[in-house]
């Protein structure tokens, strides 16, 4: 029996990108939750799966992949059907370039180990903590925008017309702006990708604040 | 005519990857000089090349391929010649998820831009900024040395006995750690790999030191 499951927790954007990606090639999967806010990534059990102690965390038939970029390579070799990488090496190093400027240039910034860190080096409370955080994700969307535009090749999604790896790194890059009250306006390209992205029913049903444990939205 | 050139700079551990596996893969490559200290990231004519204005950026036959994993994947279809992806999608997924502790959660934190705004934002002189890089090189280190014990496919290099993907990165991890003065001494079984990269010809004649323009080493 084949079975996969998702350590993720609903405020992690890289669990997002992961969720979204099962839901867009219909893999059934359970979904454990890992509280990042109460500690959960360092209990025994979850030492024993990832000793890097973050999500997401993909257990698919025994193996374990950490790392989003790296679990959605994995899924869409081992599920190729609705492919989310195209063929040519010019397109795949777009897809992917464009999306390692969120995935590796933005997001690590942001994480919870990095905002305690400023907390206990540099006295940042939560303000301080929320000004970081929208600078890098403000760096983020201007360049991601300014590729979008230079590069010529997005059309209704980041490649083209259809959804691609960049699709779930660029959607995953405008909730969390969102989420830390950043001014996605700067980046109407990327937003206008993303919302495309968010009205379909893979991303609208992975959507952190669609997650067990989210917050009510008032 | 094929033509290959990499823009990077001496000190960026990212070109350093990049440039090692053009050493590796004995492609023939011009290497033009972005010097980030003196600002030639913002000159107009890099501006036009890169608009997130870093490097490395590869040019090959009139395509521009940036972020150094994507320029490595991208390398890797195009000159398939000595692979550095395996081709089991669980292997493929260890190489990249273990290569994605350094190139994207370690890395991107210690960059001059970050570094930069550390000083302007939070007055950190230049220890205080070793410190912090410091810090998160330790991090990265012990995450990976983790990594390299308890998922038991290392051998003499990241993956069994041959270089993989995985090298680039974490060798590039070790060389940064030690330019920063981090405590590499915490994961031993990831220096060793990181030195057998270094006694090949094509990461010894990539390393940073070794560049047009790096200090003279006393």
Aim: a negative charge; hydrophobic letters at 40%; glycine letters at 6%.
């Amino acid at each position: 029996m084949m079975s996969v499951t998702l350590y993720g927790f609903w405020r992690s954007l890289a669990a997002f990108r992961v969720r979204a990606l099962l839901h867009y090639k219909e893999i059934p999967f359970n979904e454990k939750i890992i509280n990042l806010l109460e500690g959960d990534q360092f209990s025994a059990d979850y030492h024993e799966r990832n000793p890097q102690h973050v999500i997401p965390l993909l257990e698919h038939d025994g193996h374990r992949v950490t790392q989003s970029l790296a679990i959605m390579e994995y899924i869409d070799q081992v599920w190729p059907e609705r492919p989310i990488l195209p063929t040519s090496a010019i397109e795949r190093a777009y897809v992917r370039s464009i999306s390692q400027i969120t995935i590796a240039d933005t997001h690590p910034l942001v994480v919870p180990r990095i905002r305690n860190y400023l907390n206990k080096t540099y006295g940042q409370d939560e303000a301080g903590q929320a000004s970081w955080a929208q600078h890098w994700f403000n760096e983020g969307s201007l360049a991601i925008e300014q590729r979008l535009k230079s590069d010529g090749l997005c059309g209704q999604f980041t490649l083209g017309d259809q959804i691609t790896l960049g699709d779930f790194a660029l959607c995953s890059h405008i909730v969390g702006a969102r989420l830390f009250g950043a001014d996605v306006s700067i980046a109407p390209t990327l937003v206008a990708i993303a919302d495309r992205c968010l009205a379909t029913e893979a991303f609208m049903l992975s959507h952190p604040m669609k997650q067990s444990g989210a917050p009510i939205k008032k």
